[in-house]
């Protein structure tokens, strides 16, 4: 669920912006320090766990503002290096910030430990972060498919000239989108935390894993990505039950098979 | 001043002063520390570059009156990168003496361009290959051989908790987690310890569930990682995470000491047990001193890679000083059977395999509430130096020049 909350956010920046956000592995890193200031600022996990992706929506919003919006005339190539050098400054930024070396963070009290399932024993907290990962995946697919605001977005996959011409601010859908997706890498960050810990270069797996879910999906099609995600978290967990050693490589396995069959994607390209 | 004069001028300069710098460039003896900065060691290379740099520094950058010119490469943790890069500072450079890498994998790839380079190498990892079947007569293992490390775990774990009998291991699957894994089993044998499961999982790797999973499945007594750094980190989370530990004893058979340990917190530390070899409390007068001046200088106390670099310079400084000589081969005969009382105690080379002979460290983590302050992390409950007998012993020949 997690996978497909990245290739969400993703998905969605690379569809209405038609840039490859390289930047999106690190704010992904960054909801995670996040958590972890806020939470032992305030002394409690869940309003941590509240703040850290508001506060990467708004890095998002400024990246986007401040960054992303002055390059649309100098072109699509500036723009994926700006995306791409920026991934780097905030890199050094979370070593300058926050240190080098690794960090934990633990679960909240209630969440520790695991459930014997039957079949399975399983940590807590992995369950919840299944049922919150899937209800953001349901809430965002709402929003998108059911408000006038995520119409308006959808349009601008489809068409932007056309979505401008209607009198509609294009740049405000493009800050707003890309917004969004920041809030979505940074709340996946943040739930990510107590799992697998937090270290400077967290952003980089998740970032590769986060295009896999896009390609897989189609590039920008939001229900592919949703889609994509789910197939490559249950593939990877089938595969790890058998053969613990091949769990990664699947990732790309899967990928590479699904493109040679269709390589516009299983959604196709938006 | 005439066109002439500037020529006779620039002559003159040619004949007094190339020589000199001839000289000073022979006299300068360049020391290789080879050092990953990126790949799956990228956190470890600046602290093994730390102990190093300090144990040269301590000599003010001289040896026998030479001065010393210490220069780093990185690896990228990758044995092509690595011996690429080793064979660059040596031709280029004019290395003569290589200290590193960190990877026991990548080590035995870099052994090899030593010995066909004929350039001394000291190494701090845990295959045995090294000291083992691949010896020769141009590579030196520093760390403590698998097998001390493998017996000072079990027996002394197994001494606090003598009911412990099913052990599941997790094991890092490449040159020294296979090393360790061996004599953990052999030395099992003895305490009738049963070995309910045995997973390997590739370096690097960051998503432990699928294991632990496994790991739980079996009902262990006890779990074993032999892993090292951040693989050793996010297993023992995980570990945490699926609410095995503190319950079920984890141990952490071959680990870095400080650098492992202070990414965790101390619930996740909470019956911690952990093999390593070093702790910044083992009582020496130069590990006293090494630890005082690391703290002062870098705020944390040193853990396993930053002492080893320092001890594995320290030895061949000593070397150096033993054979009156920079020439390569004096050194290595002085390597060969060299006895020092330096950072961890006694410390002795053995000519036939060029195995460090040397004690090994066994740590019990404290809980919260016992720890004096934030680094305060542990215990040393014992020490074992036992060598390893000599049926294990795959270096038959250690060879010529």
């Known amino acids: ?270 | 001043m005439q066109r002439r004069d500037i020529l006779k001028a620039g002559a003159a300069a040619a004949t007094l002063g190339f020589p000199a710098i001839i000289r000073a460039q022979q006299k300068e003896v360049v020391i290789l520390g080879l050092w990953d900065q990126t790949g799956a060691f990228a956190d470890v290379g600046p602290l093994n570059d730390r102990g190093m740099r300090m144990a040269l520094e301590e000599r003010d950058m001289k040896i026998l009156g030479r001065p010393v010119k210490y220069v780093t490469r990185d690896g990228a943790t990758q044995a092509g990168t690595s011996t690429r890069r080793a064979e660059e500072a040596i031709d280029g450079e004019g290395a003569r003496f290589m200290i590193g890498p960190w990877s026991s994998g990548v080590a035995l790839a870099v052994s090899e361009v030593a010995k066909r380079k004929k350039v001394l190498h000291l190494f701090s990892g845990g295959t045995e290959d090294i000291s083992g079947s691949r010896c020769h007569r141009y590579s030196f293992q520093w760390a403590a051989s698998p097998y001390t490390a493998a017996k000072t775990v079990v027996d002394n774990f197994m001494k606090a908790n003598p009911k412990a009998k099913r052990w599941h291991l997790l094991v890092a699957d490449y040159a020294f987690g296979w090393s360790v894994e061996k004599y953990i089993k052999e030395v099992g044998k003895n305490h009738g310890i049963e070995f309910v499961g045995a997973d390997r999982h590739p370096l690097g790797e960051r998503e432990f569930s699928n294991y632990v999973q496994k790991a739980a499945a079996n009902r262990p007594d006890v779990v074993v990682m032999i892993n090292f750094g951040g693989d050793a980190v996010a297993g023992a989370r995980e570990i945490f995470n699926f609410g095995l530990t503190p319950k079920v004893p984890l141990i952490m058979a071959w680990s870095s000491g400080v650098e492992e340990l202070i990414q965790l917190s101390p619930e996740i530390r909470e019956n911690l047990w952990v093999g390593t070899n070093f702790y910044y409390t083992v009582d020496t007068p130069v590990a006293k001193k090494f630890v005082a001046d690391y703290r002062a200088k870098f705020k944390t106390p040193p853990g396993y890679a930053p002492s080893a670099a320092y001890s594995m310079t320290r030895l061949m400084l000593a070397a150096f000083d033993k054979a009156k000589s920079v020439e390569v081969q004096d050194v290595i005969k002085a390597l060969e059977g060299i006895e020092v009382n330096d950072l961890l105690g006694q410390m002795r080379v053995d000519p036939a395999t060029h195995q460090t002979l040397r004690p090994y460290f066994f740590l019990r983590c404290k809980p919260k509430a016992q720890m004096k302050e934030e680094l305060d992390f542990a215990t040393l409950i014992a020490t074992g130096d036992a060598p390893l007998p000599k049926e294990y012993a795959a270096c038959k020949d250690i060879g010529g020049f």
């Open chain 1, 1 to 270: 669920m997690l996978y497909a909350l990245m290739g969400l956010g993703l998905s969605l920046i690379t569809g209405v912006l038609n840039i490859p956000n390289f930047a999106h592995g690190a704010l992904f890193a960054i909801g995670a320090y996040l958590l972890v200031s806020a939470a032992n600022l305030v002394g409690n996990f869940w309003v941590g766990l509240l703040l850290a992706p508001l506060g990467v929506a708004l890095l998002g919003l400024m990246i986007e503002y401040a960054g992303i919006r002055r390059l649309y005339a100098a072109g699509h190539d500036y723009q994926l290096l700006f995306t791409f050098g920026l991934a780097l400054i905030l890199n050094e930024l979370i070593i300058v910030i926050w240190g080098p070396v690794g960090i934990s963070q633990l679960p909240p009290a209630i969440l520790r430990g695991g459930v014997d399932l039957g079949f399975t024993f399983y940590p807590k907290y992995r369950l919840f972060v299944m049922v919150m990962a899937g209800m953001l995946v349901l809430l965002t697919w709402l929003f998108l498919e059911k408000t006038k605001y995520g119409a308006i977005m959808r349009a601008g996959i489809e068409n932007k000239e056309m979505v401008s011409l209607l009198g509609i601010d294009i740049h405000k859908l493009f800050t707003f989108a890309f917004a969004l997706g920041a809030f979505l890498a940074g709340i996946a960050g943040a739930l990510t935390a107590p799992i697998r810990g937090l270290s400077p270069g967290m952003g980089v797996d998740m970032l590769g894993i986060a295009f896999v879910v896009v390609a897989l999906g189609g590039l920008g099609n939001l229900l592919g990505a949703i889609a994509a995600g789910l197939l490559i978290g249950v593939a990877q967990a089938v595969v790890a039950a058998y053969w613990t050693e091949a769990s990664t490589a699947v990732i790309f396995a899967v990928m590479a098979l699904v493109l040679l069959i269709r390589p516009q994607g299983m959604f196709g390209i938006r």
